[in-house]
């Protein structure tokens, strides 16, 4: 398990927040769901969506462990010299 995968389950009370959830703790510039979603399903943003259950209504989720590969992914972009 990686260090920043650990750091997020002692983070966060649920395997699973909420895309409301990590895009105002992570995403804060995004203003809405809607063009959170719409970055991701692009694939500018390379985080994975999923639903609890197949329900139209069903809330988005990201797993803990997408988010810890997304974020270690950002980390050694940053630390990568051009």
């Not at 966060?12 to 063009?35: G, K, M, N, Q």
């Not at 500018?44 to 329900?55: D, G, M, T």
Request: aromatic residues 8%; charged residues 25%.
């Amino acid at each position: 398990m990686s260090p920043t995968l650990q750091q997020l389950r002692t983070q966060w009370s649920t395997p699973c927040p909420t895309l409301t959830a990590v895009r105002e703790h992570y995403f804060s510039h995004i203003r809405t769901d809607r063009r959170f979603r719409e970055l991701i399903q692009k694939g500018q943003i390379k985080l994975k969506l999923r639903k609890l259950h197949n329900s139209t209504k069903a809330q988005h989720v990201i797993y803990l462990h997408d988010l810890a590969d997304y974020l270690d992914g950002q980390a050694q972009e940053v630390s990568q010299p051009k």
